[in-house]
């Protein structure tokens, strides 16, 4: 099967003959093969969806608001086929990407036609004048994302993108092309204007910097790496292009001793493991209060050994395959890395599969414990199945290992006091914090990052914000 790229409401091939083939992560087997977009298919997505971004943007919240659910409801009618892809694609478990990915991705739809559709005009009286504030369309958009949860953060862009009048070009990332493919058959299906959401396949080089280099992008929101930000960045920048910036994570997950010590062992294995440690908000660096300590590792330990590894589309696995070859070459590279840095391994290493899986990317998620916190393992990003342990006898101490890194995404405190939680959640440098929680999404509230793990805000009004321009307008009495 080869999927196409979606240019001005067609599926259309690209102009060359390169393509990706895209490998099933649980098997190796093939799944399709994904064009190579170059300049000119860029150029062709963007030019559509500049034809249409105009009368697009004229309609009114409300008009577009009804077309985000439109999508929602085509999405629900296919959250079985979503699912299924997603976890082909990725290698996650059916659990997660039925509860998940297709949940999210209807929701996020839903989510913003509800708040674009409730978008007030804010006004500001002065003695003598009046202010409002409007919301117009900032024009066309490049959205760009990576493989972890591929229709989740694409859906989670197109819905405010579109939402607030701007068109725009997507580039899901190679790796996991299905369910984007899919999002633009429901898009398609629905009759969207045409040009108003347009796609192009392909790599970083060939598709991705050609798209977001182009004079015609108004603005780019980019979720990915943060050496792929750091470029997108600067490549962004001379043209002061709006960017958004969703970064790497290296986060750490806090456990005092007055903790409930059951919950907090199942919350930070879901935090450590969920998704083999493909979230970017996975807690990988786990600090435990010293009273603690031997008793939460041997009750992690288990917990940990006794998630079931296997077949994604098997209902009852708690962990999938790794996303490709690289990558799970990368994690064992960590996992050596480990054993020299000092480490030892509590649990981990490979797994025994059957045959059918032998050619997939499997590795049993590994506990360390006995590295320095400024350790290269405990300070840069896996991204996959490891954690590090270590312990802690004061809250001095404590913050200054947290913030040692140079990541500031996110992170998690466990602790039944509820006001050292709040006191310690407010000194860790980072852009969300959970307490007694991981992972709790309110779409309503920011979400994003400080230091290399990103800039700017998502979520709820700060996307709004982000994929409009606000102008103000002030009325002088006589
Ligand atoms: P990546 O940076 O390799 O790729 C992300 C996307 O950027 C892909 O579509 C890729 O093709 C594209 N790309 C690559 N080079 C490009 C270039 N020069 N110009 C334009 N586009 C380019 O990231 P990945 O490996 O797909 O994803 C994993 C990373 O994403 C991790 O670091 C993870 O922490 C991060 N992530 C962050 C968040 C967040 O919200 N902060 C969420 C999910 C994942």
């Keep these: 099967m080869d999927l196409k790229n979606y240019i001005g409401g067609n599926f259309s091939n690209q102009s060359g003959n390169e393509w990706i083939t895209n490998l099933e992560p649980a098997t190796g087997k093939t799944i399709c093969r994904i064009p190579i977009s170059n300049s000119e298919d860029v150029q062709r997505a963007i030019k559509s969806a500049k034809d249409a971004q105009k009368d697009w943007g004229n309609l009114s919240h409300a008009e577009r608001s009804i077309w985000l659910d439109k999508i929602a409801d085509k999405l629900e ?184 010590l059951d919950m907090t062992v199942s919350g930070v294995v879901r935090s450590g493991f969920l998704n083999q440690g493909q979230v970017c908000l996975c807690g990988s660096r786990i600090f435990v209060e010293e009273g603690i300590y031997d008793i939460f590792k041997q009750k992690l330990v288990e917990e940990v050994e006794s998630m079931k590894i296997g077949d994604p589309l098997d209902e009852n696995t708690n962990l999938g395959a790794l996303i490709s070859k690289e990558h799970l070459e990368k994690v064992q590279y960590y996992s050596d890395l480990a054993i020299k840095e000092g480490g030892v391994l509590l649990t981990g290493g490979d797994p025994c599969m059957p045959t059918e899986f032998l050619q997939g990317n499997w590795m049993a998620p590994v506990v360390v414990e006995g590295l320095s916190h400024d350790s290269r393992c405990s300070t840069e990003e896996i991204f ?90 002030c009325i002088k009495d006589k």
């Design 77 to 260: 009618e296919w959250s079985e086929e979503i699912a299924e892809l997603e976890s082909r694609d990725t290698g996650k478990p059916i659990s997660l990407s039925r509860s998940v990915d297709a949940a999210r991705s209807i929701s996020n739809f839903r989510f913003f036609a509800k708040i674009i559709r409730e978008l007030d005009v804010e006004t500001f009286e002065m003695p003598d004048a009046m202010n409002y504030v409007i919301h117009k369309p900032v024009g066309v958009g490049a959205l760009i994302t990576p493989w972890n949860l591929p229709l989740y953060l694409l859906s989670w862009k197109v819905a405010p993108a579109i939402g607030m009048g701007n068109t725009v070009v997507c580039k899901p990332s190679e790796l996991t092309p299905m369910t984007a493919d899919l999002l633009m058959r429901a898009i398609n299906e629905i009759g969207l204007p045409e040009g108003v959401v347009n796609l192009v396949h392909g790599n970083g080089i060939e598709t991705g910097a050609p798209l977001v280099e182009s004079d015609d992008i108004d603005f780019v929101s980019f979720t990915g790496g943060t050496v792929t930000g750091s470029k997108v960045a600067a490549s962004a920048a001379p043209d002061f292009k709006k960017l958004s910036l969703e970064l790497g994570g290296k986060n750490s997950t806090i456990v005092f001793s007055d903790c409930d």
């Design 384 to 473: 996959g199945p490891l954690v590090t342990l270590h312990k802690f006898t004061n809250e001095d101490k404590l913050l200054k290992m947290v913030n040692n890194t140079r990541y500031g995404l996110a992170g998690s405190i466990w602790t039944e006091d509820l006001v050292k939680g709040r006191r310690i959640a407010e000194l860790i440098h980072t852009g969300m914090i959970w307490v007694n929680t991981w992972l709790h999404r309110d779409l309503r509230v920011p979400f994003g990052g400080v230091k290399d793990s990103g800039v700017g805000r998502e979520g709820g009004k700060w996307s709004l914000n982000f994929f409009s321009e606000v102008m103000n307008v």
